[in-house]
Every structure is written in C-alpha cells, then in structure tokens.
C-alpha cells in the first residue's frame, strides 16, 4: 500500500466515498481486482471515516488528548503546591503565635556536634 496524489488506474476513485479527488490524497491497495474495478483505491478522507468507525482517533483528536493530560498533570502538580503552601503558612502562624506569646528559643536542642566539643583527652591534659 502506498500513498497517492490521485487514482491514476481506471477507475480512478475512491472504492468507499466513490470520489475522484481528494486534498488529502488515496491510498493505493495494490489490490487488481477485475470482479469490483481493476485497481482499488481509498481516499484519505474514507480512510479517516473508516478509523472513526473503528473509534481509532483522528491525529487532530490525539494532539488534544496529548493536550488535556498535560493541563491535568499541571492542574494536579499546582493542588500539591497549593497544599505545601497551605502546610507552611500554618507553620509560619504557628510560630508567629509563639514568638507574639514571648516564648524564644534560647538555644538549638540537643547535644553539640563532635568537632564543636573537646576531645576527653585534650580536658584531661588541661587539669
């Protein structure tokens, strides 16, 4: 099968749509068949019909479903921002309220980091 211009082999239109012309062109079967026509052709255009037919999309259809999902994923990516959003300014109220209270931190719990301490060794030769 190949892709044609126009029917060039009588009887010179589309086997479906029985047109002569066609802007998006034929498909050429290859098919001689003597009982129907000598050559087979489809018009682009009944090609398309027949895939509706059959619920497989039009290229155009695609290009909006490629569309649609992208304006979904981008519609789901702002409602997880919008919730990080949320998750902080609740955060920042949180400790507006304690600092407005007067409560401060007076310094970072836990423990001093290693490098910061001297080693046992080191307060040993000092005593």
């Keep these: 099968m190949i892709r044609v211009d126009r029917?060039?082999?009588p009887p010179g239109c589309c086997i479906v749509s029985r047109r002569h012309e066609d802007a998006d062109g034929f498909v050429d079967t290859g098919i001689t068949e003597p009982v129907i026509d000598p050559r087979v052709y489809v018009s682009a255009g009944a090609v398309?019909?027949?895939?509706?037919?059959?619920d497989f999309p039009l290229?155009?259809?695609v290009e909006q479903l490629d569309t649609l999902h992208a304006l979904q994923a981008a519609r789901d990516r702002i409602a997880e921002?919008?919730?990080e959003l949320a998750e902080a300014d609740r955060t920042a109220q949180a400790v507006h309220t304690l600092t407005r209270a007067g409560f401060q931190q007076r310094s970072k719990p836990g423990r001093k980091p290693a490098s910061k301490t001297k080693p046992r060794a080191a307060l040993a030769a000092e005593e």
């Excluded at 398309?48 to 059959?54: M, V």
Aim: aromatic share 0%; hydrophobic share 45%; proline share 12%.
């Design 59 to 61: 290229p155009s259809r």
């Design 81 to 83: 921002l919008e919730a």
């Design 48 to 54: 398309q019909g027949l895939a509706a037919t059959l």
């Design 7 to 9: 029917p060039e082999m």
